[in-house]
């Protein structure tokens, strides 16, 4: 089957051009769930562009009653984020406007307080169907009046605007992925949210990192939050209900890369995990391993103790025991009679699972993550 597409104006830019989003759309013949994928939210994060390509391929070869429901997917979801560059080098994490984290400006319902006491209080004794339709109906309409503020003539700063456009697309959505690549040099992981556990090991990752801990309006946050916090207060009133509506990160490999290896377990996970949501009619793979969990606040980061070149240094995916040296610092100080090389140890047992790409630092700068235990 054939995608339908649709093209969104951005932004329109000074020069008179308009930057714009193309969407793809696959409408099977019956169902009403929606997934939506979108990739290249942080400008140097480019894998997912491959994977939306080949998931697109795979889709126009299915036929109209192998899907059920409809996937919309957006490559390219930030164009000033993909087409920003310092020299050669795509940078693209921060908006150039107003220096905000491109992945923490999304809006979450629960931010405006919502009287959630009152909804559960009028809704606790309906079926999940009808309690699910009335809060999504209470967040679209909070939504809508966001989306107008556009059309005054005060307007809205761009992140706002990209924001509204992104979220507008899937906030109505059950299950939502949104692919990033480590900005450096990493395995291939996902996040997880607390409830959701179980859908994780349909991706067919080795590894993924528990949410137990929120920066904040990210986009996979902001569109599961309300619906979690609105699940915890059922639970304390007696009904536990688990309400069809999950939020995936997938980090892919590394930045400005794409490697094939991470463009095809993307892919292979994705089809995958639609598949056990019944999105797609095809033959499931039972995951052969569970998908190891880390706890967000769990992760060991590594810095620079002091200013220096990084010789040796271990790459994403090694195993390493306490002690190990996992880099060596070569630094100039000047009271030295000469450089001198320092061995860092780990404090850690685990796995790496990422490094920075610079083998140039200063003091306090990333070296590496790892996911300690296991
Ligand atoms: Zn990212």
């Not at 491959?50 to 009653?65: G, K, Q």
């Not at 899937?170 to 990033?180: K, M, Q």
Request: hydrophobic letters at 35%; one cysteine or more.
């Amino acid at each position: 089957m054939e995608a339908n597409t649709q093209i969104i104006d951005l932004q329109s830019l000074a020069s008179g051009d308009i930057l714009q989003l193309k969407t793809y759309h696959f409408q099977g013949k019956n169902g009403t769930k929606k997934a939506y994928i979108q990739a290249n939210l942080h400008g140097a994060e480019i894998v997912g562009n491959a994977v939306i390509y080949e998931l697109i391929e795979f889709f126009s070869n299915l036929n109209i009653e192998q899907i059920e429901g409809e996937i919309i997917l957006v490559p390219m979801c930030n164009p000033v984020g993909a087409n920003q560059r310092n020299l050669f080098f795509s940078t693209g994490r921060y908006s150039p406007y107003d220096g905000l984290n491109w992945n923490r400006i999304f809006w979450d319902y629960i931010h405006e307080s919502p009287d959630l006491d009152t909804f559960v209080k009028f809704n606790i004794n309906l079926s999940k169907e009808e309690i699910y339709h009335n809060y999504l109906t209470n967040i679209i309409n909070n939504f809508s009046h966001k989306i107008k503020e556009i059309n005054n003539s005060r307007s809205l700063p761009f992140s706002e605007h990209l924001r509204n456009v992104l979220q507008s697309l899937s906030l109505n959505a059950n299950y939502v992925i949104d692919i990033h690549s480590s900005s450096v040099s990493a395995i291939d992981y996902i996040y997880s949210f607390d409830r959701r556990q179980k859908s994780t090991d349909y991706f067919l990752l080795e590894y993924a990192i528990l949410m137990n801990k929120y920066d904040g309006n990210a986009f996979d946050e902001a569109f599961l939050n309300p619906w979690l916090v609105l699940e915890k207060k059922l639970n304390h009133e007696g009904r536990n209900i688990t309400f069809d509506v999950e939020a995936w990160t997938l980090e892919l490999g590394s930045g400005m890369r794409v490697k094939e290896e991470s463009v095809k377990k993307g892919v292979r996970g994705i089809i995958n995990y639609l598949t056990y949501k019944n999105i797609l009619k095809l033959e499931l793979i039972k995951p052969q391993n569970k998908t190891k969990f880390v706890l967000k606040n769990n992760l060991k980061h590594y810095y620079a103790p002091q200013g220096g070149i990084i010789r040796n240094r271990l790459q994403a995916g090694a195993k390493i025991q306490q002690g190990d040296t996992l880099y060596q610092l070569l630094t100039f100080e000047k009271k030295e009679r000469k450089p001198t090389i320092i061995d860092i140890q780990s404090a850690d047992q685990g796995i790496i699972y990422d490094v920075s790409t610079n083998d140039t630092v200063n003091q306090g700068e990333y070296i590496l993550g790892i996911f300690p235990h296991v």
